[in-house]
């Protein structure tokens, strides 16, 4: 019988272990739907798309354009033996060939611009991801709080009835008792505000990651192996805010030759083909070469607009590297702290529970008094909430020294998810399909899906 109830008492260990073990939630899952959910990804790889058609309609200057016209027309007074309404029907077409290379230089320079957008999605990425940690760590800090601090109500509950056993004996005074209920009203309040801080931990986490928080499992601080000079020097390289500045400081200077070459004489051919309503047909051909000769200055005004763009462009590369050294500075220096911070909370914890329970069995034995107990036991409370804080700072700490060097993305992680191929929706529209042809076709699909 004794054998059969400790079988059952096991088993509905096991199943209460399993069940929370399958409502857990690691970070990476966190980070997985993070990802995979963020309105914010979704929004910015839109603006990457419209990105990508500044290209198609850059490439389309460069290809003929071909339009149709229907005319009626009538004339007063009339004319004899003329129709009533004169009707017209016509195609044309119009082909640049020569513009200076002004075409070109615009496609190259909104290519930049797609380059520089990819870069600014990564940031977006690194942001949400970052965003994602701190959620998961604020909930399980704020989890461990109100842990303590219901622990610190038992306890302190318990001395109260202690205190109020001894009163009754004529061991303490009612001083006692009274320092012990103000201890029990001030942990019932932390209690409650523990609980609203979790309560706010929660609502941030339910924004982050898409979802509340389910059980979330300790995690450890991501491996920082690089020195902080290797740091600085490999965030400089690779950091997408500066990779984005640099693709608009390339975009501006091609932007500049652009207004150069309207200085250059332009060449266009052109076609037209028409009918009127005898069908009788006529067909027109001929090349455009023109070119300015005076504009008022606006030409060399927008050449200089495009170097004073460049230049701004340039002292924005200059302050974004140092703001990214400085980022890689501060989170390294937030990691140490968190590191030695963590290393002295342990010390303090330990000691300090070392002490409490040597003041509570002397206060049994009539040498320690109520409030040397109390005291003893914030002292532990404080060593364990340190405790609790510098853990979570630790691993935010961690995953933002590889935020400031450009790391923090899906694919370093190696996350388990489906990831955004931003060369894939380029590459459909880099050569401006029209939407007749089988690849703009696969293009409306392809947005269709999106839209869904």
Request: aromatic share 4%; proline share 3%; charged share 20%.
């Given at each position: ?6 079988l059952t ?18 970070l990476s899952d966190?980070?997985?739907h993070?990802?995979e ?5 979704e929004?910015?790889?839109a ?7 500044d ?31 004169s ?12 513009d200076?290379g002004?075409?070109q230089?615009?496609?190259e ?5 797609v380059?520089?957008?990819r870069?600014?999605?990564?940031g ?7 965003r ?13 709080f109100?842990?303590l601090?219901n622990?610190?109500v038992?306890?302190i ?9 001894r009163?009754?004996v004529?061991?303490?005074t ?5 320092l ?19 309560a706010?931990s929660?609502?941030e986490y ?8 389910r059980?979330?499992r300790?995690?450890s601080?991501a ?6 000079a290797?740091?600085?020097?490999f965030?400089v ?7 984005e ?14 207004a150069e ?8 051919a052109?076609?037209r ?8 047909a006529?067909?027109?051909?001929g ?5 300015p ?8 005004a ?8 460049r ?14 050294q ?27 529970t070392?002490?409490?329970r040597g003041?509570r ?7 320690r ?17 340190n405790?609790i804080?510098?853990q979570?700072?630790?691993?935010i700490a961690?995953?933002a020294v ?10 370093h ?12 929706y ?9 939407i007749t042809?089988?690849q ?13």
């Amino acid at each position: 019988m004794a054998l059969r109830k400790k079988l059952t008492t096991l088993t509905m260990a096991l199943l209460i272990g399993s069940a929370t073990a399958a409502t857990s939630e690691t970070l990476s899952d966190a980070l997985v739907h993070a990802y995979e959910h963020s309105g914010l990804l979704e929004q910015n790889r839109a603006l990457l798309r419209a990105a990508d058609e500044d290209v198609a309609i850059a490439v389309s200057a460069t290809m003929p354009v071909v339009n149709w016209a229907i005319s009626a027309t009538s004339q007063y007074p009339r004319l004899p033996n003329s129709d009533l309404i004169s009707l017209n029907a016509s195609i044309s077409g119009q082909l640049t060939l020569y513009d200076g290379g002004a075409n070109q230089l615009a496609i190259e320079a909104q290519k930049e611009l797609v380059l520089g957008t990819r870069q600014s999605l990564r940031g977006i990425e690194q942001q949400v991801l970052l965003r994602a940690i701190e959620a998961y760590m604020n909930v399980r800090r704020s989890s461990e709080f109100v842990a303590l601090r219901n622990n610190n109500v038992r306890l302190i509950t318990q001395e109260l009835r202690a205190a109020q056993d001894r009163f009754e004996v004529g061991e303490v005074t009612r001083t006692d008792v009274s320092l012990a209920e103000a201890r029990l009203a001030s942990a019932k309040s932390l209690l409650a505000a523990a609980q609203g801080d979790l309560a706010r931990s929660a609502e941030e986490y339910r924004n982050a990651v898409g979802r509340p928080p389910r059980n979330l499992r300790p995690v450890s601080a991501a491996p920082v192996s690089r020195s902080i000079a290797e740091a600085k020097e490999f965030a400089v390289r690779n950091h997408p805010s500066i990779l984005e500045v640099r693709h608009s400081v390339t975009a501006a200077e091609l932007n500049i030759r652009r207004a150069e070459a309207a200085y250059k004489p332009n060449l266009s051919a052109t076609a037209r083909v028409g009918v009127n309503q005898d069908f009788d047909a006529g067909r027109e051909v001929g090349l455009t070469l023109s070119g300015p000769i005076y504009q008022g200055g606006r030409l060399s005004a927008t050449v200089r607009q495009f170097m004073a763009r460049r230049d701004a462009t340039r002292a924005g590369l200059h302050v974004t590297t140092h703001n990214i050294q400085q980022q890689v500075g501060n989170a390294y220096s937030f990691l140490e702290v968190a590191r030695a911070s963590l290393q002295a909370s342990n010390q303090q914890t330990r000691a300090a529970t070392v002490a409490f329970r040597g003041v509570r069995e002397e206060a049994t034995l009539g040498a320690r008094t109520t409030l040397d107990v109390l005291n003893a036991e914030q002292e532990l409370l404080n060593a364990q909430a340190n405790t609790i804080s510098a853990q979570a700072d630790e691993v935010i700490a961690s995953y933002a020294v590889l935020e400031a060097m450009g790391l923090l993305t899906a694919e370093h992680l190696r996350l388990p998810v489906q990831q955004y191929d931003p060369a894939a929706y380029y590459n459909l529209v880099k050569d401006a399909p029209t939407i007749t042809s089988e690849q703009g076709q696969a293009l409306d699909r392809v947005l269709r899906a999106l839209g869904k």
